[in-house]
């Protein structure tokens, strides 16, 4: 730990108006085995009209000399931001711990929290399902057949219901797939942000069309419900359009998340941006055209850096997520290490349906996990919950081939599942999404969840 100690004078309110706010966030929150390395990030943004000059300091469970991790003094010019990093390695930290990030200028000091629990493990992963993709409704109609009609009806009141059968099973992280629904693809380069007509799951002011869905606000009933249960939501930023990284998508992503922030950055439970365009594992999705190919890698790299810059200006603790599917990563490969310099978390999937003549999925998981290592970038697992059905549609998987995955899948610091709506029911719910395998399977996996709590005590 530091050596060096900074003087901690009266506690004031961590978000003062016109003055300054500060933000702490924990890269993976939650949860966490005694194998990682625990990424802290801790933001200031100066609201006011002249610079400061802060003392910023971050500790470990207590305010002492012997717990500080890091201090620094730090000078932000005018509506400037900055933002402070420390790694914290979990070995021996069991039970419960918090990270204070305290700031102290001439109008007091600013003081935040967050708490995570060590668990001992021989692995990486929790072998747990950390979270899941909540999507408002399914893109697909299709694929979401079974549950589509179910989730549009979907109150906010059975909204906030669904939340809390999240937790009650440890899934504490919700994916939102995307706040915007646009069917247009790649290759569609007419599209740009002034004739956009994409329509939003939420109050948007920046375009008027909206999801016909029963809830006039999911993410506020979303954020709210979570941030009452200690839970963090990954904001959907899209859809712009599928596999789209150009500066037209950029445009609108910068936009949109700004309008989020504006909206609901004040929620506790607000976590991270989450970029819903995904991606092949290749990086350049189905371009055949080898210059075409390039492009893309430059392409997308270059997306992230611009948007990490951008969000960083107003929300610097708030991480970025992609995910990407786990399949052609040797064609890929030379294009991550320039996209993971600004991509704090990368969560694939696929693993289970690698094909012929490609990586196995523990291979793809592996190369992958080296790749982030090299960048400093953290290796989410986007577990898929779902099959197939001959007709396209999907239906839950069985829970011997999720815990299959877990099991053999171990290097993953957190795993977030796609689906919760219509793949996983609290046989309680008083909506039930999907067909009645889905409360069969949060009945089973409700049985591992347990068992695994009670192997770790």
Not at 42 to 64: C, Q
Not at 88 to 108: C, E, H, K, M, W
Not at 319 to 347: F, K, Q, R
Request: with cysteine; charged share 20%.
């Amino acid at each position: 730990m530091a050596a060096v100690w900074c003087m901690i004078t009266t506690v004031c309110l961590c978000r003062a108006a016109d003055a300054a706010s500060i933000d702490l966030t924990l890269i993976p929150p939650g949860r966490v085995t005694d194998k990682i390395t625990l990424d802290i990030r801790a933001g200031i943004v100066n609201h006011g009209d002249t610079p400061r000059s802060m003392n910023a300091s971050v500790y470990l469970n207590v305010e002492s000399p012997d717990s500080l991790l890091s201090c620094t003094i730090v000078n932000i010019p005018p509506h400037g931001a900055k933002e402070l990093r420390a790694d914290l390695p979990t070995a021996n930290l069991y039970g419960n711990n918090r990270v204070i990030f305290s700031v102290t200028d001439q109008d007091g000091t600013y003081r935040m929290e967050k708490e995570f629990t060590v668990v001992p493990s021989d692995i990486r992963s929790t072998r747990l399902i950390d979270g899941a993709f909540i999507g408002l409704y399914h893109w697909s109609e299709e694929e979401g057949r079974h549950w589509n009609q179910d989730v549009r009806q979907m109150t906010c009141d059975q909204w906030r219901e669904m939340i809390r059968s999240m937790h009650a099973v440890g899934m504490d992280i919700v994916v939102l797939q995307e706040l915007f629904r646009n069917q247009a693809y790649v290759g569609d380069h007419s599209l740009t942000v002034s004739n956009y007509s994409g329509k939003a799951f939420y109050p948007s002011r920046l375009y008027p069309g909206r999801m016909d869905i029963a809830c006039d606000d999911p993410v506020e009933a979303i954020l709210s419900e979570c941030d009452s249960l200690g839970m963090n939501v990954m904001m959907g930023v899209g859809m712009f359009a599928w596999f789209d990284f150009t500066p037209e998508s950029l445009q609108w992503h910068k936009d949109v998340s700004r309008e989020l922030w504006d909206m609901y950055g004040h929620h506790p439970s607000f976590y991270s941006f989450y970029i819903s365009e995904e991606c092949a594992g290749n990086l350049y999705n189905n371009e055949t055209d080898r210059a075409m190919q390039l492009k893309r890698k430059v392409e997308i790299a270059s997306f992230f850096r611009e948007y990490k810059r951008f969000t960083s200006a107003f929300a610097p603790a708030k991480p970025v997520m992609l995910a990407t599917n786990s399949m052609g990563l040797m064609d890929g490969a030379d294009g991550y290490p320039a996209l993971l310099e600004n991509l704090d978390i990368l969560c694939p999937f696929g693993f289970a349906r690698m094909p012929q003549g490609d990586l196995t999925g523990k291979e793809a998981a592996d190369m992958l996990q080296l790749l982030c290592d090299e960048a400093g970038a953290h290796l989410w697992f986007d577990l898929e919950a779902f099959l197939f059905n001959p007709d396209s549609s999907l239906y839950p998987r069985p829970i011997d081939g999720i815990i299959a995955d877990l099991t053999l899948l171990d290097n993953f610091e957190k795993v977030v599942c796609y689906q919760f709506p219509g793949v996983f029911n609290h046989p309680d719910a008083s909506r039930r999404v999907g067909e009645p395998r889905t409360v069969e399977l949060y009945k089973a996996y409700r049985d591992y969840y347990n068992r695994v709590l009670n192997t770790a005590r």
